[in-house]
């Protein structure tokens, strides 16, 4: 069965600094991969996601993800945080018919 | 992108009543929709995976008599929470997958409802 670790439950950056959210993955087949953002009160929003292919995915507003399976990761990334990227972000595997989540990160944008 | 809408979007009731959550498919058809159960400040918890014109599948420990899943169009599902008590309050979100779509297609997400039970 699938399922996703999400490290750091809440992360920091400063306006302008490098956003770095982790994530890792078990998955007993090639698995779809995604990053989804999560404002307060609302339901999740796609970032990116990963089935086949370029293993660098871009997403929406700057964010940037890539697979490693040697690593069993898929990490977020954005050269340059904005306030507006203040949210809780969930990585998801999703194996057969369903999607697993991660724990989710809180990322906090300082001015 | 697609558009999921879920009705009502907040909802009070008291101890002992049922409350009907609708998740709606605006642009889209949707063969399979999910229903997902969030507590404050933790992830997303999937209660149930519902296909169009069938039974919805229950994961764990989630009762299938207390959670009524109808899945009766490829744009429309409600779960149904019978005798809601204050331990069902929660956020409710739902997601849907278009017809066409495996594992590696989106789900897209509604906005979420928030039952409180008094």
């Known amino acids: 069965a699938q399922s996703v670790t999400q490290l750091g439950s809440h992360v920091s950056v400063s306006e302008g600094a490098l956003v770095l959210l982790r994530c890792n993955y078990s998955?007993?087949?090639?698995?779809?991969l995604f990053w989804y953002v999560q404002y307060p009160n609302q339901g999740l929003q796609l970032l990116l996601k990963?089935?086949?292919?370029?293993?660098l995915v871009k997403g929406i507003n700057g964010f940037e993800a890539e697979f490693k399976k040697s690593e069993t990761s898929f990490h977020l990334t954005k050269p340059s945080a904005h306030m507006s990227d203040a949210a809780e972000y969930f990585c998801?595997?999703?194996?057969?018919?369903?999607?697993?989540f991660g724990a989710g990160t809180r990322l906090t944008v300082k001015p | 992108g697609a558009v999921v809408s879920q009705h009502p979007s907040r909802v009070i009731c008291k101890s002992g009543t049922s409350v009907k959550i609708e998740c709606r498919s605006l642009?889209?058809?949707?063969?399979?929709m999910f229903w997902y159960r969030q507590f404050p400040k933790q992830s997303l918890m999937l209660m149930a995976t519902?296909?169009?014109?069938?039974?919805?599948?229950?994961e764990q420990g989630v009762e299938k008599d207390k959670f009524l899943i109808n899945h009766a169009s490829l744009t429309l599902s409600t779960l149904t929470v019978t005798s809601a008590h204050p331990e069902d309050s929660s956020f409710y979100i739902c997601?849907?997958?278009?017809?066409?779509?495996?594992?590696?297609?989106?789900?897209?997400f509604g906005p979420g409802t928030r039952l409180l039970v008094l």
């Open positions: 997601s849907a997958r278009a017809a066409s779509g495996g594992a590696g297609e989106t789900q897209y």
């Open positions: 998955s007993s087949v090639p698995p779809y």
């Open positions: 990963y089935t086949t292919g370029a293993t």
């Open positions: 998801a595997v999703s194996e057969m018919s369903d999607m697993r």
């Open positions: 642009d889209f058809q949707a063969t399979t």
């Open positions: 519902s296909n169009e014109g069938s039974k919805a599948t229950y």
